[in-house]
């Protein structure tokens, strides 16, 4: 019976991922607000936006460099070798919070 327990623990526990840190902002109009306003001054202002067609679209739901929330974290923070994608790490003022904040605010915002 005690196997029969640790089995199900260990089973509940694999199949639970942590919850990521723009799923908990998602609901925050707060950090909404503040990842919109980074967007628009830093992405959508100059490279993502609707006139470009050669960046790619940030509100739909197809993500080049992996579309788990870290993986989007990643590509912004350390931006994409070989293109104009920068990266954002330790230049916004809130530093990871901030980038968190955006990645909550894409989510929010996609169109799939």
Not at 37 to 44: E, K, P, Q, T
Request: proline content about 4%; glycine content about 14%.
């Amino acid at each position: 019976m005690a196997l029969t327990g640790m089995l199900g623990l260990l089973v509940f526990t694999v199949g639970c991922e942590p919850q990521s840190p723009a799923m908990a902002l998602l609901d925050d109009p707060v950090a909404l607000k503040r990842g919109k306003l980074i967007y628009v001054g830093s992405c959508g202002g100059y490279c993502h936006n609707a006139g470009s067609s050669d960046v790619p679209n940030l509100m739909d739901c197809t993500w080049l460099h992996g579309g788990t929330d870290q993986e989007i974290f990643n590509t912004i923070a350390n931006g994409v070798q070989g293109t104009r994608m920068i990266g954002f790490g330790g230049k916004l003022p809130q530093g990871d919070a901030d980038i968190w904040k955006l990645v909550a605010y894409l989510r929010s915002q996609r169109q799939c």
